[in-house]
């Protein structure tokens, strides 16, 4: 499995609703990151885990909360969004380099939020 | 947050022609990797350069890794419809268990027949 999967895929909220994106990786990564993509723009970096554990927060707003259950699965709760907070967010697992190896930073095909 | 230089921001190519593209930078990064993302879905991993003056291919894509570690470059050969879509550089500056990606602004390629 070298895929990192995310869920859902499209997600509409209100700006009074609590979701969740959820991201999954079997490929024994222990980084996983999640970014921000607004339209037009390369991705932006908001938070990452490494072995399970919160090592940078790029001051991101307090209404998004990672969590990181295990070494496998990463979420982001949401709550109280604004509508500027629509964009696509992607999720990303990354291992530690291996001399003659493939590195592997890899995304997921992100969940595209719209906060109405 | 710091950003790539990346040129061009698009291009208008011919279905046959060879694309080049390259990213700068005002620091030094220790591995360059180069993305390429389709509409509505994540960037995929084409080519990941991890030494100065490498010279790395992936089919008709090539990639290079400057001998200043300030800069890469990405060239494309005989292009087809399916190359189209946002080409993104990416620097890293260690390869350790948890790296911040500095991405590039991205280059836009289409192609036509």
């Known amino acids: 499995d070298t895929e990192v999967t995310q869920t859902p895929k499209h997600l509409v909220m209100g700006m009074t609703n609590k979701k969740s994106l959820k991201c999954e990786q079997h490929m024994g990564h222990r980084a996983m990151y999640w970014y921000k993509q607004k339209a037009k723009k390369p991705p932006e970096l908001m938070f990452v885990?490494?072995?399970?554990?919160?090592?940078i927060n790029e001051s991101v707003p307090s209404r998004f909360s990672p969590e990181c259950p295990n070494s496998s699965l990463l979420n982001l709760h949401l709550h109280a969004l604004q509508p500027e907070d629509s964009a696509l967010y992607l999720c990303a697992s990354s291992q530690q380099f291996v001399p003659g190896a493939l590195y592997g930073y890899t995304f997921g095909s992100g969940t595209r939020l719209t906060v109405v | 947050g710091q950003q790539l230089n990346q040129s061009p921001q698009s291009m208008f190519i011919q279905e046959g022609e060879d694309v080049s593209m390259n990213c700068t930078s005002s620091?030094?990064?220790?591995?360059w990797l180069w993305y390429k993302q389709d509409p509505g879905e994540g960037p995929v991993l084409l080519i990941a350069l991890y030494k100065a003056g490498e010279l790395t291919s992936n089919g008709r894509l090539t990639a290079q890794f400057g001998i200043t570690r300030k800069d890469s470059f990405l060239n494309i050969s005989a292009s087809i419809p399916s190359d189209v879509g946002i080409y993104f550089c990416?620097?890293?500056?260690?390869?350790?268990?948890?790296?911040?990606?500095?991405f590039g602004t991205g280059t836009r390629l289409q192609v036509t027949l």
């Open positions: 885990y490494s072995y399970e554990k919160l090592s």
């Open positions: 990416a620097g890293l500056p260690n390869t350790g268990t948890a790296s911040k990606l500095t």
């Open positions: 620091s030094i990064f220790n591995t």
